[in-house]
Nanobody, 122 residues
Framework: QVQVVESGGGLVQAGGSLRLSCAAS????????VSWYRQAPGRQRELVAS???????KNADSVKGRLTISRDNDKMTVYQQMNSLKPEDTAVYYC????????????????WGQGTQVTVSS
């Protein structure tokens, strides 16, 4: 039993900040690379940022300089600090985690969270 749960979304005014969390729990052997995606209504899901098991990060050009992804391995949690938010950032934000379970410890699998809504008002 493995779960990936996002939290931290909400309604914020343009220029404000939010910190999203992606918490993994269950029979986990290793939390490997983790990525944040977002999807606005009527649009394709897009990759926002990613972080490897060695804390190497990469951000999409659309959010570069405004978003910072980080991880806390002890808490099995990845964070997405979002600053200077714009109405264009409004979307459901999803966490995708590559996880090796203790029952199947050879090959990791992708796990998706249910998403957290971020709404930025103008």
């Amino acid at each position: 039993q493995v779960q990936v749960v996002e939290s931290g979304g909400g309604l914020v005014q343009a220029g404000g900040s939010l910190r999203l969390s992606c918490a993994a729990s269950g029979n986990i052997f290793s939390l490997n690379s983790v990525s944040w995606y977002r999807q606005a209504p009527g649009r394709q899901r897009e990759l926002v940022a990613s972080i490897t098991i060695n804390s190497r990060t990469k951000n999409a050009d659309s959010v570069k300089g405004r978003l910072t992804i980080s991880r806390d391995n002890d808490k099995m949690t990845v964070y997405q600090q979002m600053n200077s938010l714009k109405p264009e950032d409004t979307a459901v934000y999803y966490c995708n985690a590559l996880i090796t379970t203790r029952t199947s410890y050879v090959r990791p699998s992708d796990y998706w969270g249910q998403g957290t809504q971020v709404t930025v008002s103008s």
